[in-house]
């Protein structure tokens, strides 16, 4: 006859491909019940992102039916609890993990990934916000069809709020929603660095699990007040495959990597990795060259997050407002990938690595 005991004893035995430890001892058993021919229980996975959901599960029936017994009606119950490594008595103290999508240069499709990942995040179960951090060309509000949409204020604890809008399951602030679109902005660093603290410290974001921020490319005042306002989780870079985009992405990826700054880079994506046309989905043409993120991602011991192909349905999603994640094709699933392999590796890094702290930088 089964048992309590001997269910998570058997349990003990199911190990965490990730962590390199086994369901019970990591504390993600739940809720065991036994009746007479039916074994119940909950795996409390680190992320409703998790790639290896599928996985787990098998394992945890093929277990239960070697060590316990065939016989039994296995039901298993897959939630989530997303873990941080936030020091959780600063700003922003319900998100959970802030994570800086950054680029090298412009133009290798940074703000279109953002837009697609923080989609396919909240498509899982993620609680997901988003700050379009590029003060001076916020391109956020066309993706996500809400150009004409105005924050509103609410009064909390005495101090004036701003509501992110809200659009596809993801919180959104920007620089965009607050100028008109055809309005050029001029301001000088300070004015932009004040903007970004302004979205993270007087919005009223609530409970997050993920708090992309789209960064301006390069190396900025923005960056920098970025670390020195929050503590980050960790860094994304987003790359094509072409040399030049690939040297301007190794300076990226050694700020987040100087002593001072110190924030863990998360992996890598290579963007536009390949051209696809539409007629023929199974040709791959290397327009910018084959495997440079993929190279780059090796050469410095980060993982590869993905590989995203260059499709016209990318751009034409984007110029209406509808990332291409919402639909239900091929490139989808391939940003659906994308987040599932980030949040792993968020995941990792909370598990593996110290808190992370605000930076404080004296000199540069």
């Not at 989609?119 to 996500?144: E, H, Y």
């Not at 602030?173 to 004015?191: E, H, K, Q, T």
């Not at 603290?197 to 960056?223: C, E, M, N, R, V």
């Not at 808190?355 to 004296?362: A, C, N, W």
Request: net charge negative; proline share 6%; with cysteine.
């Amino acid at each position: 006859m089964a048992s309590k005991e001997l269910v998570l004893k058997a349990l003990s035995k199911v190990i965490d491909p990730d962590f390199k430890k086994d369901l019970v001892s990591l504390g993600m058993i739940k809720d065991v019940n036994v009746t007479d021919r039916k074994i119940s229980f909950t795996v409390e996975l680190t992320t409703p992102a998790c790639p290896l959901k599928e996985m787990i599960r098998k394992d945890c029936v093929q277990t239960i039916a070697q060590e316990i017994g065939k016989d039994y009606e296995v039901d298993i119950n897959m939630s989530s609890n997303v873990t941080s490594a936030r020091d959780q008595s600063t700003t922003l103290p319900r998100v959970k993990n802030i994570i800086a999508i950054a680029s090298g240069k412009g133009g290798v499709g940074k703000s279109t990934v953002t837009a697609n990942l923080a989609v396919a995040l909240a498509q899982k179960g993620a609680k997901v916000g988003l700050i379009d951090a590029d003060i001076f060309g916020p391109s956020i509000p066309t993706m996500f069809n809400c150009e004409n949409e105005q924050p509103t204020i609410i009064e909390k604890d005495g101090r004036n709020m701003i509501v992110p809008i809200e659009q596809y399951g993801v919180k959104l602030l920007s620089i965009g929603f607050l100028s008109p679109a055809d309005n050029a902005i001029v301001w000088r660093g300070p004015m932009a660095s004040s903007a970004l603290k302004q979205f993270i410290s007087d919005a009223d974001w609530g409970d997050l699990d993920y708090l992309l921020i789209d960064l301006p490319p390069g190396t900025s005042d923005i960056h920098l007040t970025l670390v020195q306002t929050v503590p980050v989780t960790g860094a994304v870079l987003i790359t094509t495959p072409q040399k030049v985009a690939l040297s301007d992405a190794v300076k990226g990826f050694q700020m987040f990597r100087q002593p001072q700054i110190n924030v863990p880079v998360l992996g890598i994506v290579e963007n536009m990795a390949y051209f696809t046309p539409a007629e023929f989905p199974d040709n791959k043409y290397y327009i910018f060259g084959k495997d440079g993120g993929k190279l780059l991602a090796s050469k410095y011991d980060v993982p590869l997050l993905g590989q995203i192909p260059l499709v016209q349905g990318i751009r034409e999603s984007c110029d209406e407002g509808h990332p291409i994640v919402i639909t239900e094709d091929i490139i989808g699933k391939a940003f659906g990938d994308l987040a599932e392999e980030l949040a792993r590796q968020v995941a990792i890094r909370n598990a593996t690595q110290d808190k992370t702290r605000i930076v404080e930088i004296k000199t540069m």
